[in-house]
């Protein structure tokens, strides 16, 4: 009997470590299938290789903003190991783990039961974005890290600590755009706080109001203001309005449960049981809730999949919390939250069973690769806007030698050698501008969703 309560103890920190297993698992295998890098990745990568670090302050090319210090950082490491696709994904990998024993840690803060506890480390370990995008090359893992660490902090900010925690999150933003919204719910919850005096108030918000100002004046007006009308018109359809203000729930669900009502059921039921244990999240979470949704109703920031990825934690905290109640209910909410999450558990097995967790399926890599072996000196290569970055990033790896790229199929003269290098969009683009039209005289045809054509003009 005895042997019997030693295991059942044991228990939670058994499934636990399983969870923990299954959570590095995912993430190494997603970054070690090392799949080629498609456009927007192309397009980061390229604008650090060819930008010394001042630049990667200014605006790049391709459309690309991202923190700078997450460029900086992957420049020094790809200067020290070299320009393959593992190497600049070491980053948001390491991120991606980082994040997982941060949020592990950032649970047992707030959650008190064990299962409660143990529901939320599964819900992040096996959630597909949190460990897709820990093989991608864009700061969406990193983002999340970050906001783990920036509510993290909240919890233990205290008038002892103020000035010292102001100090540290006065630098996220330059590693993190969405910490904006987090750090900005602290100061409006700070700034309108009783429990501070003025001058303790002003101890917190002068690093914060330096570090933003340079932020704003050295990089903000530099970069975004230039970009701004190419990203609007990127996002323009992802934006809240009063004809799409579901898509509150619908993306947030998307990454964690399904159906829709029960993430949005179980985060109320949560959120209802901090405040009434007067936990300081309560308050946060909808601060940050409603600076995020009032900027994307502003057309200021988008509410779409990967862009709100760094909300994952708070969602899965407050559903969490339902479950986290010392009543028999408990257990109902515990089975509705395992109802819920089911769908990706059941999309996290069938991703192991079929060794597929990659959704893009470009292979400009590939493409690329067969072209250095088959070009000709003399050959002409066509990129559309959506293969731009691709093959100027590979071209460049590989050493890939053609004297002319053109972009406008107008530009096509009567007896070239034209490759159709197309990643993306590829059929549409080939059977508009190609087919039919020219005598086809070699191929690779079909990387997925890619398309390589030789052609010769008439």
Same mark, same amino acid.
């Given at each position: ?12 920190y058994i ?13 190494t ?20 290789l ?10 790049m ?10 460029l ?22 390491v ?11 950032l ?7 064990k299962k ?23 700061p ?5 890290l970050?906001?783990?660490?920036t509510?993290?902090?909240y919890?233990?900010?205290n008038?002892e600590?103020l ?7 006065s630098t996220?933003?330059?590693?993190s755009?969405?910490?904006m ?11 309108f ?18 570090s933003?100002?340079?932020f ?11 970009q ?5 018109n990127?996002w323009?359809s992802?934006?809240?309005n009063l ?5 509150i ?12 009502y ?14 009434y244990?007067?936990?300081?999240f309560?308050?946060f979470?909808?601060?940050t809730?409603?600076?995020?949704i009032v900027?994307?109703a ?13 909300l994952?934690p ?6 969490s ?15 509705v ?9 059941e999309?996290?097995?069938?991703n192991?069973?079929k ?7 470009s292979t ?7 072209? @250095?072996?088959?070009?000709k000196?003399?050959?002409v290569? /066509?990129v &559309?806007?959506?293969? *731009? %970055?691709?093959? #100027? $990033?590979y ?9 002319e ?5 107008s530009?096509?003269?009567k007896?070239?050698h034209?490759w159709?290098?197309?990643?993306n ?6 059977e @508009?501008?190609?087919?039919g039209k020219?005598?086809?005289? /070699?191929h &690779?045809?079909?990387? *997925? %969703?890619?398309? #390589? $054509? ?5």
């Amino acid at each position: 009997m005895e042997k019997v309560k030693k295991i059942l103890r044991k228990t939670p920190y058994i499934l636990l470590g399983l969870i923990f297993i299954l959570g590095i698992y995912l993430r190494t295998k997603v970054y070690l299938t090392n799949q080629s890098f498609w456009h927007d990745e192309c397009a980061l990568a390229w604008n650090i290789l060819n930008k010394n670090y001042i630049e990667l302050f200014q605006p790049m090319r391709f459309l690309q903003v991202a923190p700078p210090m997450f460029l900086i950082y992957t420049k020094i490491i790809i200067g020290y190991f070299g320009n393959a696709e593992l190497v600049f994904r070491i980053v948001p990998f390491v991120s991606s783990l980082l994040a997982m024993v941060m949020f592990y840690f950032l649970s047992k803060t707030l959650l008190y039961s064990k299962k409660s506890v143990l529901c939320a480390s599964l819900l992040f370990a096996i959630s597909f974005p949190l460990y897709y995008y820990a093989g991608e090359f864009k700061p969406y893992s990193t983002d999340v890290l970050f906001c783990i660490f920036t509510i993290y902090i909240y919890q233990y900010l205290n008038k002892e600590n103020l000035f010292l925690y102001s100090l540290l999150l006065s630098t996220f933003i330059w590693f993190s755009f969405p910490t904006m919204f987090l750090i900005g719910a602290i100061a409006l919850l700070v700034g309108f706080s009783r429990n501070y005096t003025g001058k303790e108030k002003l101890k917190f918000f002068v690093p914060l109001s330096v570090s933003w100002g340079l932020f704003y004046y050295y990089y903000f007006q530099k970069v975004f203001h230039m970009q701004k009308t190419g990203m609007m018109n990127y996002w323009n359809s992802e934006f809240i309005n009063l004809d799409n203000w579901l898509k509150i729930f619908q993306n947030a669900n998307s990454f964690i449960f399904s159906p829709e009502y029960i993430l949005a059921i179980l985060m109320v039921v949560g959120l209802i049981i901090y405040f009434y244990q007067r936990s300081r999240f309560a308050l946060f979470s909808v601060v940050t809730l409603l600076l995020v949704i009032v900027a994307s109703a502003f057309h200021v920031y988008p509410f779409y999949g990967r862009m709100i990825l760094f909300l994952i934690p708070f969602a899965i905290l407050l559903a969490s919390k339902a479950t986290d109640i010392r009543h028999f209910t408990s257990y109902i909410l515990l089975a509705v939250f395992l109802y819920g999450a089911y769908p990706q558990l059941e999309n996290t097995y069938k991703n192991i069973a079929k060794n597929n967790f990659y959704k893009n399926n470009s292979t400009p890599r590939e493409m690329a690769l067969y072209l @250095k072996t088959n070009i000709k000196n003399n050959d002409v290569v /066509y990129v &559309n806007q959506d293969s *731009n %970055s691709d093959y #100027l $990033y590979y071209k460049q790896i590989y050493g890939i030698n053609n004297q002319e790229i053109i972009n406008n199929p107008s530009m096509l003269k009567k007896g070239e050698h034209v490759w159709f290098f197309l990643p993306n969009n590829a059929k549409e683009t080939f059977e @508009k501008h190609v087919k039919g039209k020219y005598n086809i005289y /070699y191929h &690779n045809v079909k990387a *997925n %969703s890619g398309l #390589l $054509y030789g052609i010769k003009v008439r």
